[in-house]
């Protein structure tokens, strides 16, 4: 029975795949290889790279596109040994001979061994030169998962296969494929032999193409889960098709991971009688977050990073300004954390939920919230008292919380999704809207009555929306309140609540710890001051 693939190269026979040709710009890859020329293509991580290099491989020594020996190697192995290049060299050759000997070529195998003891730092060059010297075919050389490389032993795989760029194809590969997570330019090398910055681009200046391998559009997501109805009879609901669409925008790990959650790893799931809802797939959402999947932690480790934080601070405030670079902001959607266009905003809902869960977590984990206090007797949530008990919270807590956060500007925003999620999380779930010059943060509180969704659950929806009063709190107010009844109409929200912040040092707190009421186009709308 095929799966829905979560690691490693997709595998047609074991898993539900999208063809990984068919997601490559294929007539421009094969007229650069006939071209003889030297690109990168990068990606995000988990997004199919390999899988999309070991179909190119395998087309390219069919013989359909040409005579070519086309030889694919991941050199991440080379990482552990860091900046030390003769041992780097040894550890690249070795697994580049095991490939090549897999498509029934040995002459690398026997000589790479000399070529290494003579040639040392430079043996990678000197390899290639004698492998294509013997061979009958122009070679294709696929180098995986080349941004691994640290330092000095990157310079000295990009300034080798640059500094024989001439003699190809007699005498060097016809065509190299740089594949990682970044584009080549974007490199910024520390050697430490030359104590000195090195750019990618100035150490690989024969690069004649950047191409990107993008996520899955709608209709590959969809064809991709219908390959699972065809084989096992089970089918989506409509709902749930596009749960899965817009949650993930088409990121193709997050596709797959909740698809196997909710079809395979379930319980329920595995009742093929049984169509996969929407909820299904909340749940296998938020099994994913809260388990910390390996791709989700490696993206949240990289919050961290300052020239993320740049990126993505403003973003959670909805600050109209931003200190990143535009290198920031390349990083950043090379990460994948980014959309790919304009304007700059969190890549997909998933990613854009994990974003101020991993950064309130220590705010989370020492909350203590006892759900039944927010519960009513009909089993809704009652959002009065629960914004209430937050203001207590803020006004007792907040200065501890302010001071230790690193995405301070976002602080008070941050602090407030962190007591809401420890308290819903008991029951539903929470959507966030947030991005660059939108001067406030959209919160939609999802509640299923009970606490438990069912398909005769009834479900309540409450808008809480917060800003910070930048200009002056009745200006900040009138603002918030218009916003707040367009995003109450816009998710048909049965109520709706505006949270504003005042963050100046000369106004007390009794001064800034208020509740009042305001309606516009007819929506009642509570307004928190904090």
Not at 15 to 43: G, M, Q, T, W
């Given at each position: 029975?095929?799966?829905?693939?979560?690691?490693?190269?997709?595998?047609?026979?074991?898993?539900?795949?999208?063809?990984?040709?068919?997601?490559?710009?294929?007539?421009?890859?094969?007229?650069?290889?006939?071209?003889?020329?030297?690109?990168?293509?990068?990606?995000?991580?988990?997004?199919?790279?390999?899988?999309?290099?070991?179909?190119?491989?395998?087309?390219?020594?069919?013989?359909?596109?040409?005579?070519?020996?086309?030889?694919?190697?991941?050199?991440?192995?080379?990482?552990?040994?860091?900046?030390?290049?003769?041992?780097?060299?040894?550890?690249?050759?070795?697994?580049l001979?095991?490939?090549?000997?897999?498509?029934?070529?040995?002459?690398?195998?026997?000589?790479?061994?000399?070529?290494?003891?003579?040639f040392?730092?430079?043996?990678?060059?000197?390899?290639?030169?004698?492998?294509?010297?013997n061979?009958?075919?122009?070679?294709?050389?696929?180098?995986?998962?080349?941004?691994?490389?640290?330092?000095?032993t990157?310079?000295?795989?990009?300034r080798?296969?640059?500094?024989?760029?001439?003699?190809?194809?007699?005498?060097?590969?016809?065509?190299?494929?740089?594949?990682?997570?970044?584009?080549?330019?974007?490199?910024?090398?520390?050697?430490?032999?030359?104590?000195?910055?090195?750019?990618?681009?100035?150490?690989?200046?024969?690069?004649?193409?950047?191409?990107?391998?993008?996520?899955?559009?709608?209709?590959?997501?969809?064809?991709?889960?219908?390959?699972?109805?065809?084989?096992?009879?089970?089918?989506?609901?409509?709902?749930?098709?596009?749960?899965?669409?817009?949650?993930?925008?088409?990121?193709?790990?997050?596709?797959?991971?909740?698809?196997?959650?909710?079809?395979?790893?379930?319980?329920?799931?595995?009742?093929?009688?049984?169509?996969?809802?929407?909820?299904?797939?909340?749940?296998?959402?938020?099994?994913?977050?809260?388990?910390?999947?390996?791709?989700?932690?490696?993206l949240?480790?990289?919050?961290?990073?300052?020239?993320?934080?740049?990126?993505?601070?403003?973003?959670?405030?909805?600050?109209?300004?931003?200190?990143?670079?535009?290198?920031?902001?390349?990083?950043?959607?090379?990460?994948?954390?980014?959309?790919?266009?304009?304007?700059?905003?969190?890549?997909?809902?998933?990613?854009?939920?994990?974003?101020?869960?991993?950064?309130?977590?220590?705010?989370?984990?020492?909350?203590?919230?006892?759900?039944?206090?927010?519960?009513?007797?009909?089993?809704?949530?009652?959002?009065?008292?629960?914004?209430?008990?937050?203001?207590?919270?803020?006004?007792?807590?907040?200065?501890?919380?302010?001071?230790?956060?690193?995405y301070?500007?976002?602080?008070?925003?941050?602090?407030?999704?962190?007591?809401?999620?420890?308290v819903?999380?008991?029951?539903?779930?929470?959507?966030?809207?947030?991005?660059?010059?939108?001067?406030?943060?959209?919160?939609?509180?999802?509640?299923?009555?009970?606490?438990?969704?069912?398909?005769?659950?009834?479900?309540?929806?409450?808008?809480?929306?917060?800003?910070?009063?930048?200009?002056?709190?009745?200006?900040t107010?009138?603002?918030?309140?218009?916003?707040?009844?367009?995003?109450?109409?816009?998710?048909?929200?049965?109520?709706?609540?505006?949270?504003?912040?005042?963050r100046?040092a000369?106004?007390?707190?009794?001064?800034?710890?208020?509740?009042?009421d305001?309606?516009?186009?007819?929506?009642?709308?509570?307004?928190?001051?904090?």
């Amino acid at each position: 029975m095929r799966k829905f693939n979560t690691e490693g190269p997709v595998v047609a026979q074991d898993h539900y795949c999208v063809p990984p040709l068919e997601r490559l710009n294929l007539p421009s890859i094969l007229e650069l290889i006939a071209d003889k020329r030297y690109f990168v293509l990068h990606a995000p991580r988990q997004t199919g790279k390999t899988s999309a290099l070991l179909a190119l491989r395998d087309l390219l020594n069919s013989g359909t596109e040409g005579d070519f020996r086309c030889v694919y190697v991941n050199v991440e192995a080379a990482q552990a040994v860091r900046e030390d290049v003769q041992r780097a060299m040894r550890v690249i050759l070795g697994e580049l001979a095991s490939r090549a000997r897999s498509t029934g070529d040995e002459f690398l195998y026997d000589v790479w061994p000399d070529v290494l003891a003579t040639f040392r730092e430079g043996a990678l060059a000197e390899a290639l030169t004698r492998w294509c010297e013997n061979t009958a075919a122009p070679i294709v050389l696929l180098l995986d998962e080349i941004d691994t490389l640290i330092g000095d032993t990157l310079i000295a795989v990009l300034r080798q296969l640059r500094a024989r760029y001439d003699r190809r194809p007699e005498s060097f590969p016809q065509s190299v494929v740089l594949c990682g997570v970044r584009d080549v330019r974007d490199y910024r090398i520390q050697s430490s032999a030359e104590n000195a910055a090195i750019a990618g681009g100035s150490a690989f200046n024969v690069r004649a193409e950047s191409l990107r391998l993008g996520d899955f559009t709608e209709a590959e997501v969809r064809s991709l889960l219908d390959q699972h109805t065809r084989e096992t009879g089970q089918a989506f609901t409509p709902e749930a098709l596009e749960t899965v669409w817009r949650q993930t925008r088409g990121q193709p790990w997050l596709v797959n991971a909740l698809c196997r959650r909710a079809c395979f790893d379930e319980p329920a799931g595995r009742d093929r009688s049984r169509a996969i809802a929407a909820d299904d797939v909340y749940r296998a959402q938020e099994h994913l977050i809260l388990s910390r999947q390996v791709h989700l932690d490696q993206l949240a480790d990289k919050l961290q990073e300052d020239r993320v934080r740049r990126v993505v601070e403003p973003l959670l405030s909805g600050a109209s300004e931003d200190e990143s670079s535009t290198r920031d902001l390349e990083y950043v959607r090379d990460l994948g954390l980014i959309a790919k266009d304009d304007p700059p905003r969190i890549a997909n809902p998933i990613y854009a939920e994990i974003v101020p869960r991993e950064l309130t977590y220590p705010v989370q984990a020492k909350l203590i919230q006892d759900i039944a206090w927010y519960v009513d007797e009909d089993g809704g949530l009652d959002v009065d008292k629960l914004l209430g008990a937050f203001q207590a919270f803020f006004r007792e807590h907040s200065e501890h919380w302010l001071g230790r956060f690193d995405y301070a500007e976002a602080g008070p925003q941050l602090i407030l999704q962190a007591f809401l999620q420890r308290v819903v999380n008991g029951g539903g779930r929470i959507e966030r809207e947030y991005g660059l010059g939108r001067g406030r943060t959209d919160l939609l509180v999802v509640w299923p009555r009970g606490g438990a969704p069912a398909p005769d659950t009834e479900t309540d929806r409450f808008v809480i929306e917060c800003k910070v009063a930048h200009r002056g709190l009745e200006r900040t107010i009138d603002e918030g309140v218009a916003q707040t009844a367009g995003y109450m109409d816009r998710c048909a929200a049965h109520t709706g609540h505006l949270v504003v912040f005042d963050r100046r040092a000369d106004r007390s707190w009794d001064e800034k710890i208020f509740r009042r009421d305001a309606t516009r186009d007819g929506r009642p709308i509570t307004v928190w001051g904090t």
